[in-house]
């Protein structure tokens, strides 16, 4: 089989829906085999209605696999152990995929040597962007909206993609490991970066990735990512993730458990924010000092664990 497409979901049956929808809408060269798995971590909506709809349409192409243990990237892992593809598609749940979306990612393998595409992610917005929300310039708040465009025209990647359009060769994850399950969205936490961390892991290991601008998937923005609120905890989470990919050097100074050079880092992004008189400045910086502070709060947690310190609470 050529491509197998994966989708991990929880409790978006209705998104899931839409995005299973548009993936039959999918035109692919005549003699390509390719399958769609969809991976459910545990939905509690009716998600399994979906699913079942789903395959009595595609039964020979569709499999459905429910993954118990809680977090996205146990499910991503999964979908990887079960998929029969040469090359592995990743998407999410609530896209709406291009319908030349698989086949300008397989074309993109086909005409360069790579082990993996990533392609473009135009957000797709259902109500007007608020004012706050910068998209541009030196206070760029982007992140947090899944948005990725590197132009139109093919690139090789010098800096990772993002999972909702993102491919891969199976072989890479015999030779270099699956996703990292300490990292990525689960239950009740904001954690992210397990797709960053496998990118540049192939990329650090001297692996070619590519850009694909013409194998597109749309994501929809919902009402609460456009929210003061997700931003900080999206922030924060972002933050958190950055210990468990590199921690601070074991020679660094540190008060109470925090490196040193980290609490210079707090201090100067709090007065930054506080200082900024411009609204969309301040909210940038309190935005990084919403990140500074996950990055600082993990990196205790992590070195009370190792170095089997009682934790104390901090502030």
Known sequence: MELSVIICTWNRAEHLRQALG?????????????????????????????????????????????????????????????????????????????????????????????????????????????????????????????????????????????????????????????????????RGSEIRGEDNELCWRLLHAGERLLYAPMAIVYHPVEMRRINKRYFQAWYYGMGQSRPRVERAPESAVRYFGFPKYMIRWYVRDFLLWVTSLSPKRRFYYKLQFCATKGQMMEEKTIWQDQNQQPRTDST
């Open 22 to 186: 548009s993936l039959q809408e999918c035109r692919l060269p005549t003699g390509v085999e390719w399958e769609v798995i969809i991976v459910d971590n545990n939905s509690t909506d009716n998600t399994s209605t979906v699913c079942e709809e789903f395959l009595r349409r595609e039964p020979q192409r569709c499999r459905y696999i429910v993954e118990k243990r809680q977090g996205k990237s146990f499910a991503l892992n999964t979908g990887i152990e079960n998929a029969r593809g040469r090359i592995l598609s990743f998407t999410d749940d609530d896209v709406i995929v291009h319908p030349a979306w698989l086949a300008e990612t397989i074309r993109m393998f086909e005409s360069s040597t790579c082990v993996g595409v990533s392609g473009k992610i135009v957000p797709l917005w259902n109500s007007d962007k608020p004012a706050w929300l910068t998209t541009e310039g030196p206070y760029k708040l982007l992140p947090a909206i899944v948005s990725y465009d590197l132009g139109e025209h093919p690139c090789e990647l010098k800096a990772p993609a993002l999972g909702a359009n993102l491919s891969f060769k199976k072989e890479i994850f015999e030779k270099y490991g699956l996703f990292r399950t300490d990292l990525g969205p689960t």
